[in-house]
């Protein structure tokens, strides 16, 4: 396991000397994660492909490393290219996951001594760059976007163990019920006031270009959930006949219904009256108590609808997650401006699950809202669009090609994603038919004409 919290905001962009010292904390925590979730296996695990949906192992271990050699020995360090023969092979976008297999890959241990290799050439060149004088090295951005793009291929790994078929390969604590607080009793939902906030960020200096820039959003006033909705609520919808109900579903939602025979999150089965699930190859009881994980958007917005109530839009998460309405500014996280805890959210692995719903008092909002970080990825209703004034940098693959497609954005990070790749501004976006990833979601609702006229607002 790992239990890294790296994060930029201690350090000033002024102070580049304690930026140095993140970055160079935040690479080799991711490192060492790397590693764990590439060790646990044998070879022959690594080079196979668990599902299409996603890539073997050793691919993932040598393509972080190309990245790295890439942006930070190339561009940044202005060194001669080490294997420029294998830029093409480990091209995200020149193949997809499902014929990567097939490729000339790097064996494993290659694949190892390559990254490591890279790997102590950009510590070098590191302590050697400047922090200023290009938008590349301001602040250390290319090193916090290295790291950020390592711990996201990390969570792919993770993913990639989670559908692996055989025995455990990874092991980790349960949540601590003293720090993680269950058995919350606290109101179902929670009132947002209407009006401006500030959403999206042009000051996080490791943000990422669909994070930026900061622009006032106004959102009408909305409920929202306290906590993410439950596997037990979301039994109550299976037991209801949710997946037999067209009425509920989207078009293209019930059609993935029928088409795969789909009666429950990904990974559940029922067994002698009892809904169990995989987990990491361990079979177990469905935890009532857990967020709901691997729905689809399509299985969250269906519940929405079932319930009387519907997805919440990313800005009305954002402003759930980051609104101080008495300071009225926006926080860099629900509890305040400071990195993430093990006491405020469950973040980088350091447990391989979703903390009880309504954990974590130390993490919630200004307005009483909890487990906005951590736990579980949360869907939202929007779609994945660039700010006003989106600028693609510093390529436009990252986000840009994206935008506009058929991608529902998910907020929020889960237990899967370490904190400096999980912030209130940082934008997830998937396929909404998606299921493997570590997705859960909450729900919202409008603020009715009686409750207006009553002054619940």
């Known amino acids: 396991m790992t239990g890294s919290t790296t994060g930029p905001h201690d350090a000033s962009p002024a102070d580049p000397e304690a930026l140095r010292a993140r970055a160079q904390s935040a690479l080799l925590a ?28 050793v691919w993932d271990l040598a393509h972080i490393g190309n990245q790295e050699e890439q942006w930070l020995l190339r561009a940044v360090g202005g060194r001669a290219a080490l294997r420029p023969e294998i830029d093409s092979l480990y091209d995200a976008f020149e193949h997809p996951r499902a014929t990567r297999p097939s490729l000339p890959l790097l064996a494993p241990d290659e694949a190892r001594r390559y990254a490591a290799d890279v ?6 060149v590191l302590e050697s760059t400047p922090f200023h004088g290009s938008l590349l090295t301001d602040a250390g951005f290319a090193f916090g976007m290295i790291a950020q ?27 601590d019920p003293a720090a993680a607080f269950g058995g919350f009793t606290g109101p179902p939902e929670v009132l947002v006031p209407g009006g401006p906030f500030m959403m ?28 993410p909705v439950t596997n037990a609520a979301y039994q109550r919808f299976i037991d209801a006949g949710g997946y037999e109900e067209p009425r509920w579903w989207h078009e293209r939602g019930w059609e993935a219904v029928r088409r795969n025979k789909l009666t429950a999150p990904l990974f559940w089965r029922r067994e002698a009256g009892q809904w169990l699930r995989r987990r990491f190859g361990a079979l177990e009881p469905v935890p009532g108590d857990e967020p709901v994980l691997h729905v689809s958007w399509y299985e969250a917005d269906a519940y929405a609808r079932w319930a009387g109530r519907r997805l919440p839009t990313e800005a ?22 400071a990195d993430p805890t093990p006491e405020r959210a469950n973040l980088g692995q350091r447990h391989l699950r979703p903390a ?28 994945f669009l660039p700010y006003p004034g989106f600028v693609a940098f510093p390529y436009r693959e990252y986000s840009e090609v994206f935008f506009g497609g058929d991608y529902k954005v998910l907020r929020g990070g889960a237990f899967s ?8 501004t940082f934008r997830n976006w998937d396929h909404p038919v998606r299921r493997q990833i570590f997705s859960g979601f909450r729900t919202a609702r409008d603020v009715t004409a009686a409750e207006t006229s009553e002054g619940v607002i």
């Open 356 to 383: 009880p719903a309504g954990s974590y008092p130390l993490g919630e909002s200004p307005l009483g809202v909890r487990q906005l970080i951590g736990d579980v990825w949360e869907w939202t209703a929007s779609d």
């Open 417 to 424: 994603v370490d904190a400096v790749a999980c912030r209130g």
């Open 316 to 337: 009305e998460w954002e402003k759930a997650a980051r609104h101080h309405p008495g300071e009225d500014r926006s926080l860099r996280y629900p509890w305040g401006d």
């Open 30 to 57: 991711a490192r060492e994660r790397t590693a764990l979730l590439t060790s646990c296996v044998e070879d022959g695990e690594l080079t196979a492909q668990h599902s299409p949906l996603m890539s073997p192992l």
């Open 119 to 124: 790997r102590g050439r950009a510590l070098d």
């Open 149 to 175: 793009h390592e711990q996201q291929h990390d969570e792919t790994m993770l993913i990639t163990h989670q559908l692996r078929a055989g025995a455990p390969a990874l092991t980790a604590p349960d949540p």
């Open 200 to 227: 999206g960020t042009s000051a996080e200096p490791w943000a990422l270009d669909n994070e930026r820039p900061a622009h006032r959003r106004f959102v009408p006033p909305y409920f929202i959930d306290t906590t």
